[in-house]
């Protein structure tokens, strides 16, 4: 088994990803977040609202909605511009995208190639002349590369007559611009300032498996960062913006540095909105893949708004006296992806030993407890009332099934952090052993102090 299948496999067998619908045979690029995973999602989200939002003083905040006015995408340039390129195969109809096909087509003889963002004129002339194959019936026979909207559609309203055509949102940046006058009316901040929010995201996309790393709804996080581009450079705000991005991943995160990379954007890839696209890229096990982007929207988003609504976006610098748009920065980070970095990055074995040594902060478990015994109900007893006590504080489980060996195994394969044992000494002096995951060391803590070892761990 490669390290993806072992991934997928533990993931669905340990309640933390499931396939979605899968009842009824699946619908493809869905995924369900189970019991584990749920949490682990969760921990990833409010380490990100703690780092980018509570930590800072120009952080606002925000939950939009997800359905908004179609007129909301039509000045973001999302309805015409946000796009896949598309081939059908003349002779078994299926339909993929061109740009993947290529790059796998150039992948398959060892050479790298990007395409993404070529116009369907390119990409046709490259099918050609390269002679691709169909990936399902082997002919050759495409039609010409078409674009696709990413957006998917859906109605509001009961009665047909009256239902109107919405979108699910694309990006949740959105949100953000078409509530910069509320926040500036409500909080009167100075610049620069960020709106920042975390929520689900759809595109109706074609994806080449790879588990959650490419699917129909994710979660984002995202904030704009706005300023004043006569008073600060926009290249040392997308460098500031640069490092700290690179902090959270390293740092907080703790992903390895030599599994991530910066890639530019080229011309041809970067979206219609930024003048500028840098992607961290991880290693995953199917290559380096993008895992968040900094874009330098401009004041492209704030300036459509403005001319569409008719509503003034502008921001008055009383020291310069002086109204203007803002421009932004903004820095996207994948939610979902980020779970799959973390879950490619934690995975470990020693041995027959599997563990995911995932960061405590962000483990689903921050400790389990056990009885040595499950049949000496004095044992029992002790380790319910610690466990009740530490559920007061902290995401634990408990657990008094088998031997004290599986239930290593079992919380280790989770990335329980720390196994917490209450045997007959502890009766004696109101002391347990705790295990550490990482190393498989014991050390032996008094009952009193097992809340603090688990905040000191935590911290
Ligand atoms: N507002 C900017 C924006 O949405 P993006 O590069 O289109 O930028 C942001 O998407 C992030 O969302 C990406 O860096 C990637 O991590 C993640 N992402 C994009 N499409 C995805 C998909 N179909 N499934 C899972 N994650 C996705």
Redo the contacts with the bound molecule.
Sequence with gaps: MDLMEKIVSLAKRRGFVYPGSEIYGGLA?TFDYGPLGVELLRNIISLWWKTFVHKRDDMFGLDSAILMSPKVWEASGHTASFTDVMVDCKSCKIRTRADHLIEDHFESQGKEKKVEGFTPEELTKIMSSEKIKCPSCGKVDWTAARRFNLLFETKVGIVPENQSQVYLR????QGMFVNFKNVLDSFSPKLPFGIAQAGK?F?N?I?KGNF?????????A?FEYFFNPKKEKWEDQFKYWQDQMWEWTTKTLNINAKNLRWRPHTDEER?HYSKR?E??EYKFPFGFK????L?YRTDFDLKNHTEKSGVDLTYFDQEANERFIPHVI?P???????FLALLVESYSQDGDRKYLKLDPKLAPYKAAVFPLLANKPDLVKKAKSIYDDLKKDFNVDFDDRGNIGKRYFSQDEIGTPYCITIDFQTLEDDTVTIRDRDNTRQERVKVTEINAFLQKSLS
Excluded: H, K, P, V
């Design positions: 690029n694309g990006e949740i940046a995201a595109r996309e994806t959650i790393f490419r699917t129909l709804e994710f979660n984002l995202e979206s696209t992607d961290i993008e895992l968040y982007g874009a903004e996207t980070f994948g939610i979902s992806r980020t």
